[in-house]
């Protein structure tokens, strides 16, 4: 192929890519990132589980990476998950639309745990149904429990279930029975208000249900591994005294009843939802079950199967032997007590099949598998089997906060951002560097990649790549040709010269932004994948489609002239001696030097939390503030001044639980360590902040943070 033809086949390409470029950015979306866009920000805290009893490093490593995998397939574009402190974990989800079903799929243990049904449920009396043998079918209640209730299969509401209240009552009075199949370490709080008070009045608009007359009412969301976690949580406007604490010991758990629609199961606080009470002892946990996958039963409801590991096969055997012989055993002449083995997910009873001791008298073999049926849609089995598939969570996550974050800061960010971008392109414009922007954007939106304002400095960043890129090609044509050389000679020989130059710059650039992409956090990451990408397309641009464009015109009259490529005289000498003067120049730089050292030496850095580690303190407002109006919880004692560190901020966030303004406040670690210290000088303020509506994170510095 001859140069003529390469560089006509390049300028084809050329025209087709911007062609193509121009399709892609009428057609398609940009999708921008939590801090432009908004979505939802979750803050969890790591338990200890009997499996995992300590929360280490890396287990909630090994957690991030699961919700990563889970935040995929909800197709949540450059989700920013990170661990704080010793033992949070931090979710960004930007645009997200379900926000229900993102917080359901992230944050679950997703930890199936198999029951043997009746010999674990609880009696009223505190007796397990199985406990009282052959003389089950006296006791009708037990028989309810057993077998259901005409058409209500045994672990449904109305099967002999109980109000939560009634339950968790139940529950606190069993004795602590500690062992390695429980399901849960620890103890579990719930809080209640007494039938008719103004509590239960009040949680009843701050959780959205209206209590029901002459029952306790829940006064939290969920309960609490911390009865002081626990008393924060209540809704403001219910004091301490108010709240009914119950204490449910290590080794019974409170199962809420099957929904009879998994796509939309009621609420655990809601008044009518119904619950069992069950000793803990798991004969069959979800890591030993493979390949979990939707299908379809008999009937072609959607269900969700598995497959088991060499030990889970050998486990479902033998526990679904003894249920079949317990069910012989109990059963007299003429009835058929057939007992059952339940499935619960996170604390939610799943299904409660029974086990036919007439078909299969030695239990069920492990081999063929098992399946899980109720009232699945095909998302919501699409979304379970997802959740067993990626694996379950190695550690309980309490979620602590859940914010609906807005893009109004962002908007703002934004708008800023392009505004740089538009005068910094301007500034340099040229046809090589209008194309490049055209093929830069397209290709953003082609990936796509979310953009962040991290990812726009990259943005920004590659701009002044592409510009420096064709500064040194043209310097060095404009110096073939004062030299002497033919305009077709002078470009030719100009970009083979500057080639190196440019590849040696971009190859470094490139390098360091993949080493920031592996590394690095997600803030930096999106920085990272935008300097990348637009070096490697300022490669492109700067070196092929420039150089085709010119060598196709080093023939025309419309650059025959070296004036037209800017090299009409000659070049400018310089008279100042600058090797003469280098002494000078050191010393300078000598000076600069140790003035920046003895500034770092004397002062030190003013770190941000990320790098110090600290106290945030997130509080709901209820009067909007700037940052300027927000009280100060860290002035120093002996000054009155503000302490340095100090950063404020009134974001733009809505709490679907607060429904109000929040404020933030980072301070160092020696400002507060404690609830205590911090809470009450916000509450002094003038927005109404309340002390049930403060939230305090114990953050501890990240070595990955600084490092990025």
Not at 75 to 91: F, K, S
Not at 126 to 152: E, F, N, R
Not at 179 to 193: E, I, T
Not at 568 to 592: L, P, T
Request: contains cysteine; hydrophobic residues 40%.
């Amino acid at each position: 192929m001859t140069d003529r033809q390469r560089h006509g086949f390049v300028l084809l390409l050329v025209a087709g890519l911007i062609a193509a470029s121009v399709v892609v950015l009428v057609s398609m979306k940009t999708f921008l990132g939590l801090d432009l866009k908004g979505g939802v920000e979750l803050v969890y805290q790591g338990q200890p589980t009997p499996q995992t009893p300590h929360v280490t490093q890396d287990a909630l490593n090994r957690a991030v990476d699961i919700m990563r995998n889970r935040v995929d397939q909800l197709g949540v574009a450059e989700p920013e998950i990170a661990t704080e402190g010793n033992n949070q974990i931090t979710v960004g989800l930007p645009n997200v639309h379900d926000t229900a079903r993102a917080i359901a799929e992230v944050g679950t243990t997703a930890r199936l745990e198999f029951y043997d049904w009746e010999k674990n449920l609880l009696l009223p009396s505190g007796k397990t149904v199985a406990s009282l043998g052959p003389a089950l079918s006296s006791d009708q209640h037990a028989v309810t429990l057993s077998q259901g209730s005409g058409a209500v299969a045994p672990g449904s509401p109305g099967a002999g279930s109980m109000s939560l209240y009634d339950a968790v009552k139940l529950a606190s009075k069993q004795p602590v029975q500690v062992s390695s199949d429980n399901a849960r370490k620890g103890a579990l709080y719930y809080a209640f208000g007494a039938p008719g008070s103004s509590a239960c009045a009040t949680a009843g608009k701050a959780l959205d249900y209206k209590p029901a007359p002459g029952e306790h009412c829940a006064l939290t969301r969920l309960p609490d591994t911390s009865r002081d976690n626990l008393n924060h949580a209540v809704p403001a406007g219910v004091s301490k005294s108010q709240a009914q604490v119950l204490t449910v010991p290590q080794g019974t758990v409170v199962l809420q009843a099957t929904p009879a629609n998994f796509s939309h199961p009621s609420s655990p606080w809601a008044p009518t939802t119904q619950f069992y009470v069950l000793k803990d002892h798991v004969a069959l946990f979800g890591n030993d079950i493979t390949n979990p996958q939707e299908s379809t039963d008999q009937s072609g409801q959607p269900d969700v199967s598995f497959g088991f590991t060499t030990h889970g096969k050998n486990a479902f055997q033998s526990v679904t032997a003894a249920i079949s012989k317990r069910g012989q055993l109990i059963s007299g002449f003429g009835q058929q007590l057939n007992q059952h083995f339940a499935t619960a997910l996170d604390q939610l009873l799943i299904t409660v099949p029974q086990i036919d001791f007439k078909q299969n008298p030695d239990g069920i073999p492990g081999d063929t598998g098992a399946q899980i049926t109720g009232g699945f849609t095909s998302t919501s089995a699409g979304d379970l089997a997802t959740e067993l598939r990626l694996g379950a969570l190695p550690i309980k996550l309490q979620r602590i906060s859940v914010s609906e974050v807005s893009a109004t800061l962002g908007k703002q960010a934004l708008h800023d951002g392009l505004i740089a971008g538009g005068v910094g392109l301007a500034a340099v414009a040229t046809a090589g560097l209008a194309t490049y922007a055209l093929y830069f954007y397209a290709l953003i939106k082609l990936i796509p990649v979310t953009l962040t304002l991290s990812g726009i400095a990259g943005l920004i960043l590659t701009i002044g790549v592409a510009a420096d890129a064709n500064v040194v090609i043209f310097e060095r044509v404009k110096e073939e040709i004062r030299a002497g050389r033919s305009i077709r000679q002078g470009i030719a020989t100009g970009y083979r010269k500057g080639l190196t130059a440019i590849i040696d710059a971009n190859v470094v650039t490139i390098m360091t932004a993949f080493i920031l992409f592996v590394v690095a956090t997600a803030d930096v990451k999106g920085f990272a994948l935008t300097l990348g990408l637009g070096t490697a397309v300022s490669l492109f641009t700067a070196v092929m489609m420039t150089q085709a464009i010119l060598m196709t015109m080093g023939s025309s009259r419309a650059i025959s002239r070296p004036s037209a490529l800017g090299a009409g005289g000659a070049k400018r000498a310089w008279r100042f001696d600058f090797m003469g003067a280098s002494k000078y120049f050191f010393s300078m730089s000598g000076v600069i030097l140790l003035v920046g050292a003895l500034a770092v030496g004397g002062k030190g850095l003013n770190l941000g939390i990320d790098f110090t580690g600290g106290t945030r303190i997130t509080a709901s407002l209820q009067q909007p503030a700037t940052h300027h109006r927000l009280p100060g919880p860290v002035e120093d004692p002996g000054t009155g001044q503000e302490r340095a560190g100090t950063q404020r901020s009134s974001e733009q966030v809505r709490d679907p639980q607060l429904r109000r303004e929040l404020g933030r406040l980072d301070v160092r670690p020696h400002d507060c360590q404690r609830r205590r210290d911090c809470d009450h000088r916000l509450a002094a303020g003038d927005f109404g902040v309340r002390r049930a509506a403060v939230r305090v994170e114990i953050r501890r510095a990240r070595a990955d943070r600084a490092d990025a």
